[in-house]
């Protein structure tokens, strides 16, 4: 099933809050296949203060964060692969991560993220960031994940 989501969406299955939640809304999504989704970048983000001085460019870490939470996003809108409650869904790796163009104030990235592999709690995804139909960067993603201690 397709489907789009806004910010509320995005914020009730992602962890993440500012200024590190780096995904603003969800274009479409095929559960189990694929996402799109779109990153909004501002002057105003905490980042551009020292990256870099006169010349604020997004860092690469940053694009590459936007798209494996978008890949959180496909997983937790897939009933299939969704984690348990009392778990988080982090990176465990990263491979073939290129950079093409910088990123700067102003451009939309445009986050496509593909399911390519998912096997007991472990998925891994193609990615690409594009900013106007040029691809910024992309990046083969393995994501996990890792149950939570139990509350005292």
Not at 1 to 9: A, N, P, Q, R, Y
Not at 69 to 77: M, N, P, T, W, Y
Request: with cysteine.
């Amino acid at each position: 099933m397709k489907t789009k989501g806004d910010i509320l969406e995005i914020m009730n299955l992602l962890p993440h809050r500012y200024p590190f939640l780096l995904v603003d809304k969800i274009i479409n999504c095929e559960e189990g296949k694929s996402i799109e989704a779109i990153k909004n970048v501002s002057f105003n983000e905490p980042f551009f203060n020292g990256h870099f001085s006169g010349y604020p460019v997004m860092p690469g870490v940053l694009i590459l964060e936007a798209l494996a939470q978008a890949s959180g996003l496909l997983v937790f809108k897939t009933p299939s692969l969704c984690p348990p409650n009392e778990s988080l869904y982090l990176f465990v790796g990263i491979d073939k991560a290129r950079f093409k163009r910088p990123v700067v104030p102003g451009d939309q990235i445009n986050l496509n993220v593909e399911l390519t592999k998912s096997k007991q709690g472990f998925a891994v995804f193609n990615s690409v960031a594009t900013v106007e139909n040029e691809v910024a960067a992309s990046a083969e993603l393995m994501c996990g994940f890792k149950e939570l201690p139990k509350k005292l």
